[in-house]
T-cell receptor
Framework: GAGVSQSPSNKVTEKGKDVELRCDPISGHTALYWYRQRLGQGLEFLIYFQGNSAPDKSGLPSDRFSAERTGESVSTLTIQRTQQEDSAVYLC??????????????FGPGTRLTVT | KNQVEQSPQSLIILEGKNCTLQCNYTVSPFSNLRWYKQDTGRGPVSLTIMTFSENTKSNGRYTATLDADTKQSSLHITASQLSDSASYICVVTKNDYKLSFGAGTTVTVRA
């Protein structure tokens, strides 16, 4: 079956521009996560959506970052006024639910963002 | 300071040989510890998941161990293959959904 998909796969933008990254989770997965992976570093949690609950935005590094999710489907991560330190791979993951066996997270291939 | 530390940062092994990767963590309490494999340009893929009470878990040629007392885990790769070349990431879950990721160990298998 289809896995988690992300688009675009690569994005090069000029400093100061806004970018929008898209994630399509696995159908039926209620939980969706965004992570950032800088070169040579571990993944950093950004934001988490679970069903209709209020998202956990505690990992967003600044107010230039925001994310939306429509129901239990597609999510978009928006970065406004991009800075060079925003350059990273942005990974999206989804999971069936929080509890028990359903908690396995499935990752998309990521979007590589380069801010020049 | 990262709560999950992995070593070595990278290693090179010959095809058919074994290797062991280390993970030390300070996350406490934790609900589970996972090892992921991340191929270049791809998202991480889960290899093993261990709860607090488990001390070993295997997935084919991959065997993970966990010592919750010393807060250490290892991933052993047996009879390595060229396709094992990847980054291996140790991940500790503190609560239901927040995961702490190690920086990974890059394994290169050479023929």
């Amino acid at each position: 079956g289809a896995g988690v998909s992300q688009s675009p796969s690569n994005k090069v933008t000029e400093k100061g521009k806004d970018v929008e990254l898209r994630c399509d989770p696995i159908s039926g997965h209620t939980a969706l996560y965004w992570y950032r992976q800088r070169l040579g570093q571990g993944l950093e949690f950004l934001i988490y959506f679970q069903g209709n609950s209020a998202p956990d935005k505690s990992g967003l590094p600044s107010d230039r970052f925001s994310a939306e999710r429509t129901g239990e489907s597609v999510s978009t991560l928006t970065i406004q006024r991009t800075q060079q330190e925003d350059s990273a791979v942005y990974l999206c993951a989804s999971s069936l639910t929080l509890a028990g066996e359903g908690y396995e997270q499935y990752f998309g291939p990521g979007t590589r963002l380069t801010v020049t | 300071k990262n709560q999950v530390e992995q070593s070595p940062q990278s290693l090179i092994i010959l095809e058919g040989k074994n290797c062991t990767l280390q993970c030390n963590y300070t996350v406490s309490p934790f609900s589970n510890l996972r090892w992921y494999k991340q191929d270049t340009g791809r998202g991480p893929v889960s290899l093993t998941i261990m709860t607090f009470s488990e001390n070993t878990k295997s997935n084919g040629r991959y065997t993970a161990t966990l010592d919750a007392d010393t807060k250490q885990s290892s991933l052993h790769i047996t009879a390595s293959q060229l396709s094992d070349s990847a980054s291996y990431i140790c991940v500790v879950t503190k609560n239901d959904y927040k995961l702490s990721f190690g920086a990974g160990t890059t394994v290169t298998v050479r023929a």
